[in-house]
């Protein structure tokens, strides 16, 4: 299995080169050539089994010799062990037709920490063979930084930065990432929004000097490692709702289009998936997208789901890339455009995006009156973004079963679901003495040079 670039003009790698280099060299990011198919047999074959199975059957074909079978699975039943359910992502019914996959039993409470957990395992494994240390440079909106933080600290191969858009996270998410002891991890809050850490992150591994200096590596959803094992719950719940004999629908809040790049996936390699449904908050870029033709960039609008408060929505370059009949020199041209502000998306390109997605936004009204309906209807409290997904799920819901996926666990936006239904949600027990750790970070400006060096003095010391 090879790696190929969205941008057509970086070397083929495997999978483990392409999980440790993040960003391919040409700005693109990894695809596999290939999407394996599994056959109606194989899918009916993973019914009933326990999820880490069900992981491992997917995730393999994807993988080539990167482990021996058996390490494999080490790896993946190391990555799940400290998730709070044992179904690790268990399905709760809402109403006739309408279910949530609850993705918020992981250690920092957020869907992030089914790839997380399991790309700090697999980099641990392929670093241990050959000695090597490696600077993993990362940008969050808030959750994929305290999901690395938990699945990175105290390994001894990595050093991990972290940059946060100062003021801009929820304290539960800021508290996950500076509470860490571990000498190895970093959190940095910068100036700016999420697209500016973005941005940095990329300017980063742009800089090819700098990237071959300190060995860069990257674990945000660009990463295609994480991308993978996000496929997994797409099928362990389908599976469980009666596919590969039935076909079921997915609603997903959206903001960097990982999360729904996987179900993308999980389809493309056979999932019966009816309806792949993209929810966007207030800043509805996507939606916006795929209704008017236009990629148009308009400013960060902050809201109460901040983990989707985004502009410059990454993973749509991989699907962009399919839709373009994976033309490399077409993507790069986009991107081109888009850094002065916005693409128009070919007709061709616009039916292919169509015909894979639905779509549909909610407002900051509509976000908080769900999760008050939602309670008082089925006592399941949703978190803001959870919200936006029941909202715009709701417009799409009709004979084939629709799984809207829960990406956060309420404790986690406690300030935005009290203002909805007037209860502070509890954090689970096991994270209850988060507000009395010490906190450690480090204040950074929007500035490339002054970020650098800020890394080179740390990983020198
Ligand atoms: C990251 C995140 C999202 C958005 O996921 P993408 O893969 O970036 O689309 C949605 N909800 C929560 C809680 C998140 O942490």
Redesign the pocket.
């Known amino acids: 299995m090879r790696y190929i670039s969205t941008r057509g003009a970086a070397p083929d790698l495997t999978f483990s080169e392409a999980m440790m280099t993040g960003l391919a060299r040409d700005g693109g990011l990894y695809v596999p050539e290939t999407v394996p198919v599994l056959s109606r047999a194989e899918i009916a074959g993973m019914a009933g089994l326990p999820y880490e199975e069900v992981a491992f059957r997917v995730m393999a074909p994807f993988l080539g010799d990167t482990f021996a079978e058996a390490a494999f699975r080490g790896l993946i039943a190391q990555a799940y062990q400290s998730f709070g359910h044992a179904a690790r992502a268990p399905l709760v019914q809402l109403g006739a037709n309408h279910f949530l996959l609850e993705l918020f039993h992981g250690p920092t409470l957020?869907?992030?920490d089914f790839a997380m957990q399991l790309i700090g395992q697999m980099m641990q494994a392929v670093l241990a063979r050959s000695g090597a240390r490696i600077t993993i440079v990362g940008a969050t909106?808030?959750?994929?930084g305290s999901a690395a933080m938990e699945a990175f600290r105290g390994l001894s191969n990595v050093d991990l930065f972290i940059l946060y858009p100062h003021g801009r996270v929820s304290e539960v998410q800021r508290r996950q990432m500076t509470t860490p002891v571990e000498a190895n991890v970093h959190a940095i809050a910068m100036d700016g929004d999420f697209d500016d850490c973005q941005a940095r992150v990329k300017d980063m591994f742009n800089d090819l000097a700098f990237r071959d200096e300190v060995r860069l590596a990257g674990v945000n959803?660009i990463n295609w490692a994480r991308v993978l094992a996000q496929v997994v719950y797409y099928f362990s719940s389908a599976i469980s709702l009666g596919a590969p004999h039935r076909p079921v629908s997915f609603t997903?809040?959206?903001?960097?289009?990982?999360?729904?790049f996987a179900g993308y996936i999980a389809r493309a390699m056979g999932l019966p998936i009816a309806q792949l449904v993209i929810a966007t908050n207030q800043n509805d870029i996507l939606d916006r997208a795929l209704r008017t033709g236009d990629y148009v960039t308009d400013g960060v609008k902050p809201s109460i789901?901040p983990?989707?408060d985004?502009q410059v929505s990454s993973?749509f370059e991989r699907v962009l890339f399919d839709a373009y009949g994976r033309d490399g020199a077409a993507v790069a041209a986009l991107m081109g455009e888009l850094k002065a502000g916005g693409f128009h998306i070919s007709q061709g390109a616009l039916q292919m995006l169509r015909a894979s997605f639905a779509s549909g936004r909610c407002s900051e009204d509509e976000t908080r009156a769900t999760i008050a309906r939602t309670y008082a209807a089925t006592g399941e409290l949703l978190?803001p973004?959870g919200a936006v997904g029941v909202k715009v799920a709701q417009a799409h819901l009709g004979p084939v079963p629709m799984i809207t996926l829960a990406?956060?666990h309420p404790a986690k936006f406690p300030d935005a679901v009290a203002a909805a239904m007037g209860e502070r949600p509890a954090l689970p027990p096991r994270m209850a003495d988060l507000f009395q750790r010490p906190e450690r970070v480090t204040r950074a400006a929007n500035d490339l040079g002054a970020l650098q060096a800020l890394v080179r003095g740390r990983i020198a010391g």
């Open positions: 957020a869907f992030k909106s808030g959750d994929t959803s997903v809040p959206t903001g960097n289009f990982g999360d729904i789901s983990s989707m985004i993973n978190c973004h990406t956060a």
